[in-house]
């Protein structure tokens, strides 16, 4: 890869672009994915635009164009001939019942299927080509593809422009991301099986009636019966288990990024980079709209959406210990954050469209995503909603955007990063408290002892 990585950085100009436009088009289109990752030559090409030798602009257009095509080739050879190559003998690899069940996935949920497998590699290999078996019509495939071959072509570009020579180390952060995004895809499918009630009683069912599966659950009785109640929907099985994964991944994003602020390398050497690329593509309308962002995420405004949270808990259920869910999630969170902030101390940028408001972790995009999380848990809760997940995506564009601001009015890349993940492990924590206390059992009144009167 290092040869090879050098071998493009040597070429001229516009060999480089033919380059930056090849490897994208054939990594679905010709499964070169597997071999060489195309995010890496359009890393490459974002360095080659830093070192002045060719054009930005021609480097973005370059990669765009690769993925979207090579894409839409690999859509119409799995439309053609994905099905004669698959009963042949490739086909003995493969079973048939799971390619149905692709292909009715891809066909129910193809778009949705299409923009995210952009942004991982392995993914991104196959799906062109099954969304063409499936038989997806081009119009959905094609929408989905130009956005997410867009926002991925010019993401990876910038990433090696704004990295300039240390590529490696940005290629390394694009290739655990993109691990992560996997990671997330197969953690969501399974949770799609899971959360269905008649899908969780068929996966039920077959795990009931599978001889191996019996004789494991005989050799391990205890450890099978504990992962059994993982997935139950009672508050100590599958919600428990989600928050404390989710937990599991913010402390580990916020550790991994708290060291490296201290120690001043990996993650934190990008701060500078970004920082000096952000001040030099500021407008006035935009910083005009990212202070008015940046104010929806101050205290002044976030105080009394919690507080109005808290009484519409207390007004839907009459309990006290309900309306002080959200202030005290919120006050926590803030505390917490202070607390950070001066064991670590990290000095703020100097310079910006504003003067930053906070050193390590940001602190108006932590109180965003913590005050967004208890408005959504109290209308999720509390409240009839005719589409349940509408308040979810609105908090997660809030919260994105306020840390969009606060990035563009001089904070810190890893400030905004560790202030997203330290909201995520405190609401998670929080949510593994309340799960467990809702799922402790309580013993009914007439069944309590009573003490004795005196005399």
Known sequence: MQAVAEHILALPGWWALAVVFLVPALEASAFVGFVFPGEVALVLGGVLAYEQRVSLVAVLLAGVLGAVVGD??????????????????????????????????????????????????????????????????????????????????????????????????????????????????????????????????????????????????????????????????????????????????????????????????????LDPVVRGWVEAHQYPWATVAAEVLGTLGSSVVLVPVVLLAGGLAWRRTGRWSAAAGPPALYLGAVALRDLVAVLVDQPAPGGGAAPALSTYPAARTLQAAVAAAAVVHVLLRHVHLSVPRRPAVVAVAFAAAVAAADLYLGTWLTDVTGGLALAAAWVAAWAVGLLTLEGRPRAPLEGRPRPARPG
């Open 72 to 269: 839409s080739v690999g859509y119409a050879v799995g439309r053609r001939w994905g099905r004669r190559l698959l009963t042949g003998t490739v086909g003995r690899w493969v079973r048939h019942d799971h390619l149905d069940r692709a292909e009715q996935f891809l066909a129910e949920r193809g778009g949705r299927a299409v923009f995210v497998g952009r942004f991982t590699a392995a993914l991104r290999v196959l799906i062109p080509g099954l969304a063409g078996m499936a038989r997806l019509p081009y119009g959905t495939f094609a929408a989905y593809n130009i956005a997410g071959g867009t926002i991925w072509a010019v993401a990876a570009v910038l990433l090696g422009y704004l990295g300039g020579r240390s590529w490696q180390h940005v290629e390394h952060i694009a290739s655990r991301v993109g691990l992560g995004i996997l990671a997330v895809v197969v953690l969501a499918l399974l949770l799609g099986r899971l959360l269905r009630p008649e899908r969780r009683d068929r996966l039920a069912a077959r795990m009931r009636s599978s001889p191996r599966l019996q004789a494991v659950r005989r050799r391990f009785p205890r450890q099978t019966a504990w992962l059994a109640a993982r997935v139950e929907r009672r508050p100590t099985g599958l919600p428990l288990t989600l928050a404390v994964a989710v937990g599991a991944g913010g402390v580990w994003l916020f550790a991994g990024t708290t060291q490296d602020v201290v120690a001043h390398e990996e993650f934190a050497l």
